[in-house]
């Protein structure tokens, strides 16, 4: 009886596993040297990458990938020079909002090859943190990403 009830048991963590590497498939790949690990949510038509810190649990950005382009960017906000993401040519933007304040935020949107958009937001509460995020954020890559099928 115990025994049934522990391989029971490792049975459920194995497929645990698998549904959660089969989820963290469905964001970027992270660069590697990286100090984050992806949380995901997945949605009805969207899927929701948050890379969250290991050592201290903070999100360092997040990565929305989805059929509609839910982030307008706006040239008036647009902050630094051009950036490229996975081959995709971009800018960040600092939107202005009140909400915010005191917090670092840039975002960007890419299309990606599979047609789904991937919209990235970095929330930082000092320079060196967005610096760190940025980085990260800038090293990712989008191979193979879809949202279910097409």
Known sequence: MQTTRS???????????????????????????????????????????????????????????GRDATFKPRRTDRVGDRVTIDGNQTYWHAPQNDLLAGTL??????????????????RANDETQLTRALRDAEGLHFSDIRLGSK
């Open 7 to 65: 391989l029971a048991l490792i049975g459920t963590l194995l497929c645990a596993g698998a549904a959660h590497a089969q989820s963290a498939n469905d964001c970027p790949q992270l660069p590697s040297g990286t100090t984050t690990q992806w949380e995901v949510q997945q949605g009805p038509s969207f899927v929701f990458c948050r890379a969250v810190e290991r050592d201290t649990a903070r999100q360092a950005f997040a990565v929305t990938i």
């Open 105 to 122: 935020v840039r975002e960007t949107l890419l299309e990606l090859p599979s047609g789904d958009y991937a919209h990235i937001i970095v």
